[in-house]
């Protein structure tokens, strides 16, 4: 069985930087043949996507985080990450990450990590 653990999260201030990570694990789990991304939701709002990246490397941002957020994988370690700079209020979110397996299309979540951007 398939376990996303994010970890990363905490509370920073506006202009600051924090970097989340990604962990897959379950045997004989490779994360190199999903396509994995970062989602985020706020309180009585949908999750929205924050950023993708395919298994061949293509990398697909939300409006609100271009030029501040870059997703990147380590398919040796398993693992993906999310490096947010600039970091406003409004980034304030659980962050979630995602898994899909680019065959079956099948998608597994992680359990989120909390990022608060306040003074």
């Known amino acids: 069985q398939v376990q996303l653990v994010e970890s990363g999260g905490g509370l920073v201030q506006p202009g600051g930087s924090l970097r989340l990570s990604c962990a897959a694990s379950?045997?004989?789990?490779?994360?190199?043949?999903?396509?994995m991304g970062w989602y985020r939701q706020t309180p009585g709002k949908q999750r929205e996507l924050v950023a993708n990246i395919t298994i061949g490397g293509s990398t697909n941002y939300g409006d609100s985080v271009k030029g501040r957020f870059t997703i990147s994988r380590d398919n040796a370690k398993n693992t993906v990450y999310l490096q947010m700079n600039s970091l406003k209020p409004e980034d304030t979110a659980v962050y979630y990450c995602?898994?899909?397996?680019?065959?079956?299309?099948?998608?597994?979540w992680g359990q989120g990590t909390l990022v608060t951007v306040s003074s």
């Open positions: 995602n898994a899909k397996n680019f065959i079956t299309f099948r998608e597994t």
């Open positions: 379950g045997s004989s789990f490779s994360i190199s043949i999903y396509h």
